[in-house]
């Protein structure tokens, strides 16, 4: 038996059912009849799924379907009104380039399949766009790799990384991005300018380390890339929209939302670069608009959902080691206090610092290393993160939570700005 809230929504072709998941309780919905997707995703016809407190999202219908929702929703609407066929009709394009590399004679490693960079302003939906080509793609048998250039709203792990993942089936919404093949660089800090230096930096190590991966592996090569950027579009925004852009050799560029003025200065800018189309898109009503202060929270769950799981389902493990157990390293000369970036103060971005141990480190999210010496962390990716919950100078200890039970791969330790608190 279910609730008294439950109820029944029926959908016309071409529609999408809007919601706004409650700040506090989750909410279950199934698909009854008809075929619906969440942003490229198809429900399952058994059984119910269950979306956690805050989500938002949209079940979209091609040819109608019904659905039945239990729990009560911060919002909800029906709207005939979406960009869905617009956005269809980029997939299809996309599918076209793919096959014609697969179909291609010339050398294989040159030819490669779409590389699509999106970008607009914060909450144009960007990410969900990335999210439906590289389902759509995914459900036609290719293998699309997602970049995730978004540090403030990360989607394949914590914010503070860039990072990358092959997609071999279409992702579920509430689960997220697989983990298990992801590259993942820590940037440390949920704003760019805190170091630009580093963040360039370790977009052009992806864009290397990709490029090895594709050179060897022709379906991922033909299969292509959807880039997802900064919402932060302007003054040193846009320099990295531009060195993203350059730095992934972008075939498309998607612009979203009715920006001309970028759109404008991105074509002015590129206008050298050879085989490089623009795209703008009209951006969906539905993007939910976060300010700052829901932004902070939704980077604050994104966090605990990594030691927890979205629905809660993971065993947290609490660990002490001693000071002398690991070795903490920041990268370049930021200070937290500071508004100007290490580069504006005329310090090496990339230095590599050791860093004390010390009560500043408390509820930290670290990030464990690959790096074998100090001067290899920029160049190597991460294992996964730990958050420091006490450090007893007198004992020379400090405790962390870490989503493993096992020892930490690695001593080597990697701090920037980025904290977790336990709501
Ligand atoms: N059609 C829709 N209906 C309901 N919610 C939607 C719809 N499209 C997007 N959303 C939600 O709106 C929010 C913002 O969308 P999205 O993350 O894609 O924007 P963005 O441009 O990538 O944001 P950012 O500025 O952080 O980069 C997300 O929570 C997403 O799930």
Redesign the pocket.
Known sequence: MFGPQTRRVKLEKQS?L???VQRTSPLRLRLLDGKAEI?GYELPHEGWVTFPPL????V?TWYGATIEIDGDTENEYI?CE?PMVNYLEVHNSLLVQRHRVTCSTRDSVSSQGPRVVIV????????????MLLNWAAKDGWKPTFVDL?I??S?ITIPGTVSATPIRMPVDPVEGFPLDKALVHYFGHANPNVNLGLYRTLVEELARELKEEFSGNAESRASGMVI????FIVREGYTLLLHAIRTFNASLVIV?GQEEKLVNDLKKDLKFKKNLQFLNLEK???????NSDF?KTLRNNNIQNYFYGVTNDLTVYTKTVKFSDVQVYQIGDFRESSSTSAHQRGNNPLKIIPVTIDEHLLNKVLAISYAKQPHQIISSIVAGFVCIKNVDIGEERITYISPSAAELPSKTLIIGTLTWHVT
Request: aromatic share 10%.
């Open positions: 999408e809007r919601i706004q942003f989500m938002t999202f949209a979209f709207s979406t607009g302003d914060t909450d144009s939906g960007k990410s969900t766009l990335a999210k978004n403030g709203q989607s997802d950027t900064m919402g979203l969906s009503a539905g993007v939910f608009s976060r932004r």
